[in-house]
């Protein structure tokens, strides 16, 4: 039997999408394992997806890794199911991706590929009132030091630069408090689910 590595992307998404939709499903009917499992997929997945792109910025990985994560979470009202869920995610890290790029005045890589999926399936996602409560929600639950540093670089889309001069907090301790802040929030989505 052929490793993954050895597969066709095809073939490879083909069978990440068998493994994950019934998951999904599951969680989407109030199974909190599979939500959980459903979740490490998705996160295992995702790195891959960003760490191809963000080869010269390994740091931002992990950062981005948890905040498709909790975009996910917060927009799972949005899945719909007659759509394959790596679509769907897809489109969710897709989005994700893009706004780091700008964020970090990146605009000459927004040509190249961004992932193995057709345009066509991606569907749109929309936010919704509910989410944003959601967030403040979780936000709230953050000390003040994170959620300054999460709204200012993730929210604002300020660069690093301009948060540190903002909140006169040095950049290194500011993507200190983004990550940490990320995380937790992680945690707190999989602990609502």
Same mark, same amino acid.
Request: charged share 25%; hydrophobic share 40%.
């Given at each position: 039997?052929?490793?993954?590595?050895?597969?066709?992307?095809?073939?490879?998404?083909?069978?990440?999408?068998?493994?994950?939709?019934?998951?999904?499903?599951?969680?989407?009917?109030?199974?909190?394992?599979?939500?959980?499992?459903?979740?490490?997929?998705?996160?295992?997945?995702?790195?891959?997806?960003?760490?191809?792109?963000?080869?010269?910025?390994?740091?931002?990985? /992990?950062?981005? #890794? &948890?905040?498709? %994560?909790?975009? $996910?979470?917060? =927009?799972?009202?949005?899945?719909?199911?007659?759509?394959? !869920?790596?679509?769907?995610?897809?489109?969710?890290?897709?989005?994700?991706?893009?706004?780091?790029?700008?964020?970090?005045?990146?605009?000459?890589?927004?040509?190249?590929?961004?992932?193995?999926?057709?345009?066509?399936?991606?569907?749109?996602?929309?936010? /919704?009132?509910? #989410? &944003?409560?959601? %967030?403040?929600? $979780?936000?709230? =639950?953050?000390?003040?030091?994170?959620?300054?540093?999460? !709204?200012?670089?993730?929210?604002?889309?300020?660069?690093?630069?301009?948060?540190?001069?903002?909140?006169?907090?040095?950049?290194?301790?500011?993507?200190?408090?983004?990550?940490?802040?990320?995380?937790?929030?992680?945690?707190?989505?999989?602990?609502?689910?």
């Amino acid at each position: 039997m052929p490793q993954a590595s050895e597969l066709p992307i095809e073939h490879g998404l083909h069978a990440f999408e068998s493994a994950l939709r019934p998951l999904w499903l599951q969680a989407q009917g109030g199974d909190e394992h599979a939500y959980r499992l459903a979740l490490d997929m998705m996160a295992r997945r995702l790195r891959g997806f960003y760490g191809k792109r963000l080869q010269g910025l390994p740091d931002e990985v /992990e950062d981005l #890794v &948890q905040e498709t %994560l909790l975009a $996910l979470h917060m =927009q799972r009202g949005t899945y719909d199911p007659k759509l394959p !869920v790596s679509s769907w995610m897809f489109a969710i890290g897709r989005h994700k991706l893009v706004d780091l790029w700008r964020r970090r005045g990146r605009r000459e890589r927004l040509n190249d590929s961004l992932d193995d999926v057709d345009e066509g399936d991606l569907p749109q996602v929309h936010e /919704e009132h509910a #989410v &944003q409560k959601d %967030l403040q929600t $979780l936000m709230q =639950q953050l000390p003040q030091a994170q959620q300054q540093a999460i !709204v200012l670089t993730k929210i604002e889309g300020l660069s690093m630069e301009e948060a540190s001069q903002r909140s006169g907090v040095s950049v290194s301790a500011l993507k200190v408090q983004v990550h940490r802040g990320l995380k937790k929030l992680a945690e707190l989505v999989r602990t609502l689910s």
